[in-house]
């Protein structure tokens, strides 16, 4: 699958993808490639997450943890009940899930490893957060069990097939072997005239295959370019999705690509950007995007 060089690949399906990767190349304690011995890699360990240290929890840790279980129950139940949202919600615990919960110390590891990278004691709390509500999310995941592709694949199929959009939009890349321009232009209008913030994310997401778009394609000046699949998800922030600073797509981003800036998801963006030409352009297609949802 060709990607775009240096376009962060966000969340779903694309990224567990290249975590697969990353992560299935990794020995399961990495303390001798770091440089480091058997009690300092522990001690990293502990430090970096304490709720994963040995020890009593404490009881306010234990609350939430029971808390965070009884919520995956439910939206497992709303899912399975064929609640489309729930079952892409669910989808995206099993997706980052995957790795976290077959190779827990390897996945440990890594960050113990980006951590004393970092310099910057603010990225580090924020590295350090993101990676202890990642893993108690998972622990709380079918009680912390392991799976392979199957269950995320299930649920992004089931939540497409009755109708989400932005599942639909994610699962396209494995149900068409080429790009059909004519179905480009019917899932763009779709999710155009839904106004659903999380369809114009993850149609953003799916602008990061080179071959999502055909030379000549109708869609081609919304589609094409390095700046499209920011646009998109950019203008999703604004219509409500959440890209806030501990939200899963950032955290995603600090987890997966060492983006643990603490920033929002526009903030990022435009940073990245190094001219304010570029900004500026950025600023024209989010707002022709959103225009044309309203125009609806």
Not at 242 to 250: K, L
């Amino acid at each position: 699958m060709a990607m775009r060089a240096g376009v962060w690949l966000g969340a779903g399906v694309l990224a567990v993808l290249v975590a697969l990767v990353l992560w299935r190349h990794v020995p399961a304690a990495q303390s001798g490639v770091l440089g480091t011995d058997d009690a300092r890699a522990q001690a990293s360990r502990a430090e970096a997450l304490p709720s994963a240290a040995s020890g009593a929890r404490r009881p306010q840790a234990s609350l939430a943890q029971e808390h965070r279980v009884q919520e995956f129950q439910a939206l497992k139940q709303r899912a399975e009940a064929g609640d489309r949202v729930a079952q892409r919600l669910l989808a995206e615990i099993y997706s980052d899930c995957l790795v976290v919960n077959q190779r827990r110390d390897a996945f440990i590891s890594i960050l113990d490893a980006r951590k004393r990278r970092l310099s910057d004691k603010s990225y580090i709390r924020f590295l350090e957060q993101a990676t202890r509500e990642r893993i108690a999310t998972c622990d709380a995941a079918d009680g912390g069990g392991q799976w392979d592709m199957g269950p995320y694949n299930h649920w992004y199929t089931e939540a497409a097939k009755r109708g989400d959009l932005a599942a639909r939009a994610l699962m396209r890349p494995q149900e068409l072997t080429r790009y059909d321009p004519a179905e480009t232009v019917r899932l763009l209008e779709e999710v155009l005239a839904s106004g659903d913030p999380a369809a114009v994310f993850y149609f953003g997401i799916t602008l990061l295959r080179d071959d999502a778009v055909t030379p000549g394609d109708p869609t081609e000046a919304l589609t094409s370019g390095a700046l499209a699949s920011w646009s998109w998800m950019v203008a999703a922030c604004r219509m409500g999705y959440d890209c806030g600073p501990t939200s899963r797509v950032m955290v995603n981003f600090c987890l997966d690509m060492d983006g643990c800036t603490g920033e929002d998801m526009e903030t990022h963006v435009r940073r990245r950007q190094p001219t304010d030409a570029e900004r500026g352009e950025l600023e024209r297609r989010v707002g022709e995007i959103l225009g044309l949802i309203k125009g609806q």
